[in-house]
C-alpha cells in the first residue's frame, strides 16, 4: 500500500508548526525542547483532526541526515563502555 503524496504546502505547514513547538518548548524551558515540542506539536495537531505531514524526499533526507548523525557519536570509546 502506498502513501498519498504530501503537498508542499501541507509540508510546510508541518515545518512549520515543528518549529513552533521548538520554540515553545525551549522557551518554556523544558526538557529536548527540539524533539519533544515538535512531536507535541504535530501529535496534537493530528489528534485534532489535521492531516499534517511531510513529503517524501524531505522525510527520508531527515531519516539519512539523523543516521548519520547518530552513527558519527558511535565511536570505539562508546562501544567499550557497552559491557557496563
Known amino acids: 500500500m502506498s502513501r498519498p503524496a504530501v503537498s508542499t504546502e ?3 505547514k508541518t515545518l512549520i508548526l515543528g ?11 523544558l526538557p ?4 519533544s515540542g515538535p512531536a507535541v506539536a504535530v501529535a496534537t495537531a493530528a489528534l ?3 492531516h499534517p505531514g511531510v513529503a517524501a524526499p524531505v522525510r ?3 531519516i539519512v541526515l539523523l543516521g ?3 552513527g558519527a557519536t ?5 562501544l ?3 559491557p557496563r
Open 10 to 12: 501541507t509540508t510546510a
Open 19 to 29: 518549529v513552533v513547538g521548538g520554540v515553545a518548548f525551549w522557551r518554556l524551558g
Open 32 to 35: 529536548l525542547p527540539w524533539l
Open 48 to 50: 485534532a483532526g489535521r
Open 60 to 62: 527520508e533526507s531527515a
Open 68 to 70: 548519520l548523525t547518530l
Open 74 to 78: 558511535v565511536t570505539p570509546a562508546t
Open 80 to 82: 567499550a563502555l557497552l
